[in-house]
């Protein structure tokens, strides 16, 4: 789950890794107030899930508590377009206003989970700032990279190795390695994926400063940090996404244009392929599970056929817990209060399989029965 800027700078604050004061503000007149509060000059940073928003305008450096409130007034609601937004914007609900530093330099630092390594590797460069991707993509050496084994942890050669790659040494060198080993429990202890910060910042008195941050924590782990899973943001997902949750369908949305409707996760990722294998594009993953019903697969139903590029839907349902003559009522169910709008081809194997067959072929709508996954493929193909 990733959170916003201004939270990850709050845990920051938390495990003493130095970041400039801040608040966050929800409105231009308290953006104000808070400038007035912090002194000039102050930075007005957009609130959004993905990063380059410099680039895209979502960042401005101003100098005074007057241009603070103006310089909000922009970026609030406005929808943001960066590199890392897919084409789409982003709405902007919330600006953090933060005490400019005086910046020496703009270095980068990121820890991900490295699962071709199994360690934990650290990543940093001198290079840090807005442009990191033209220099991981023209001069990937100038990014260097230290894999820490979990077991063993940070080491102090490691530490040297990553000062010396950033020229920093002396007391600067010594405050990076104990702000790394913080970041490096901090990054462990919150079952991160991903911290990332661009840029860390050197300032002229030598300080490390976080200047921007950004964490990733794997859901999985929510359970047992209850502070962060208070920092869900559900303006940042995508809408499909958040419904289908809320009626515990596990849906991702995908680009292409035959929508799927299958229970259990492997016979679903076997669908996509099947789909792929006649040709066509996947709109969506959906696992309904394993005793999906009707009401369930309405929900499916409904949050395949908003998405306007879907064409036709394939349902592959083997029914094991759910009886196959359950499931054809239930879809016979959902398609006559959702409307369809598109052909549906359904394959479905399993207990009672021949009344639901029966069941879908006498329902007067564009249920298409599939006689096994060869045919389902083809028949798919067709609409595609
Ligand atoms: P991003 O573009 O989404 O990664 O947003 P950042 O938080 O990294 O900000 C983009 C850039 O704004 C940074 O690389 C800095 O050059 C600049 N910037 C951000 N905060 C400050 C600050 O306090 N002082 C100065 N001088 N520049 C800043
Ligand atoms: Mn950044």
């Known amino acids: 789950m990733k959170i916003h800027e201004y939270q990850a700078k709050e845990l920051f604050r938390a495990h003493d890794i130095l970041v400039p004061d801040s608040e966050v503000a929800r409105d231009p007149d308290h953006a104000r107030r808070i400038a007035e509060t912090l002194g000039s000059p102050v930075v007005i940073k957009a609130q959004v899930h993905a990063g380059g928003r410099g680039k895209g305008g979502g960042v401005q450096v101003v100098d005074s508590a007057a241009a603070a409130e103006q310089a909000a007034r922009n970026i609030l609601g406005m929808e943001l377009v ?21 910046i020496d330099r703009e270095l980068y630092c990121s820890l991900l989970v490295n699962r071709d390594t199994a360690t934990i590797t650290i990543l940093v460069s001198s290079d840090g700032g807005m442009n990191i991707e033209e220099v991981a993509a023209a001069t990937p050496e100038r990014i260097v990279s230290v894999d820490v084994n979990p077991l063993l942890g940070l080491q102090g050669f490691q530490l040297r190795a990553l000062a010396a790659v950033l020229a920093l040494s002396g007391d600067t060198g010594k405050k990076f390695s104990a702000m790394m080993r913080r970041l490096y429990r901090f990054f462990v202890d919150y079952d991160c ?13 030598g300080e490390l400063i976080a200047i921007d941050a950004k ?14 899973a208070a920092m869900r943001d ?15 369908l596990n849906y991702i949305k995908l680009s292409g244009n035959i929508g799927n409707m299958v229970n259990g996760a492997g016979l679903a990722m076997a669908t996509m392929d099947i789909i792929k294998q006649a040709g066509a594009e996947p709109a969506n993953f959906l696992d309904v599970g394993g005793g999906a019903s009707a009401a369930r697969v309405e929900q ?20 094991g817990i759910l009886r196959c003559d359950e499931l054809a009522r239930g879809v016979v169910q959902a398609a006559t209060a959702v409307g369809l709008s598109v052909p549906v081809v359904v394959r479905m194997e399993g207990t009672n399989v021949e009344e639901g ?5 006498d329902s007067g709508l564009n249920l298409i029965n599939a006689e096994d996954i060869g045919d389902a493929a083809r028949k798919v193909a067709e609409i595609a």
């Open 82 to 102: 960066t590199e890392q937004t897919a084409g789409m914007g982003k709405t902007v609900n919330q600006v953090l206003v933060e005490r400019a530093v005086a």
């Open 193 to 205: 994926s991903m911290v990332e910060i661009n840029p860390l910042v050197v300032t002229d008195q």
């Open 215 to 228: 964490v990733d924590i794997d859901g999985n782990s929510l359970y047992r940090h209850p502070d962060v």
């Open 234 to 248: 559900p303006l940042e997902e995508d809408p499909h996404e958040r419904k289908a949750a809320e009626f515990d």
């Open 300 to 319: 499916g139903f409904r949050i395949i056929l908003d998405d306007p590029h879907v064409k036709g839907i394939l349902i592959n349902i083997f029914g």
């Open 357 to 361: 067959r029966r069941i879908l072929a």
